[in-house]
């Protein structure tokens, strides 16, 4: 596709509930990223990989979340066990390398009742 | 946690005048991105300044950068309606993500 594309657009669950939010970077990127934001802040850093590989994941604020990229292409972050506090516009990214331009996907609306 | 802070928070301005959007960050960076965004969704990528650049130009936009006072400013010339967004510059300080800051929200009124 000519950007990146996240699925769902927007995803309504309950607390304690499990989501999976996907992401498709642009084609030929190795670098992809997940980034959380919150209203009125600025994206905050969750993941990065390079390839298949998370080279890092020292932004994911605990243990109930988790991301994958199987084939070094699409990608998608896990949360378990929903909290409120979850709910954000959970933003992705690709590039060629890192230290490239960052492409951001529309990102996918998140809210936990 | 964010590196970069923009400023200021706000914004609003007539359409025609320039708009002037600053950006202070605390460590070395190897490059510095502003981007814009509309109704909390998708960024669009602006423009790029690595720190060995004072200055870049693209279209309406200049964006300047000065690593001795670690800060950045985007210039928007004879604005209109439609640059009405959020704007954030983010920082690539070497680790594997980007910093962005909260923002400056841009009101061009008609």
């Known amino acids: 596709g000519a950007g990146v594309s996240q699925t769902p657009s927007n995803k309504v669950t309950e607390k304690g509930k499990y989501v999976e939010l996907r992401c498709d970077p642009i084609s030929g990127h190795t670098a992809l990223y997940w980034y959380r934001q919150s209203l009125g802040q600025g994206p905050e850093f969750l993941i990065y990989f390079q390839g298949t590989g998370a080279a890092d994941d020292s932004g994911l604020p605990n243990d109930r979340f988790f991301a994958v990229r199987p084939e070094g292409s699409v990608s998608t972050l896990k949360i378990q066990r929903t909290e409120r506090g979850d709910s954000a516009v959970y933003l992705c990214a690709s590039s060629l390398g890192q230290r490239e331009t960052q492409y951001f996907g529309p990102g996918t609306r998140l809210l936990v009742l | 946690s964010q590196q970069g802070e923009e400023d200021p928070q706000a914004l609003s301005i ?3 005048e ?3 959007m600053n950006c202070s960050y605390k460590t070395s960076i190897n490059n510095l991105q502003w981007y814009r965004q509309n109704s909390g969704r998708g960024l ?5 300044i ?3 650049e004072r200055e870049k ?6 964006v300047t950068l000065d690593t001795s006072k670690k800060s950045s400013s985007l210039l928007i010339t004879a604005s209109r309606a439609a640059d009405t967004a959020s704007y954030f510059c983010a920082t690539d300080a070497g680790s594997n993500d980007m910093r962005f800051g909260a923002g400056t929200r841009l009101t061009v009124k008609p």
């Not at chain 2, 669009?44 to 790029?48: K, M, N, R």
């Open chain 2, 57 to 62: 130009h693209s279209g309406r936009l200049r």
């Open chain 2, 44 to 48: 669009v990528h602006l423009i790029l």
């Open chain 2, 18 to 20: 320039n708009a002037t």
């Open chain 2, 14 to 16: 007539q359409e025609g």
């Open chain 2, 50 to 52: 690595r720190s060995n």
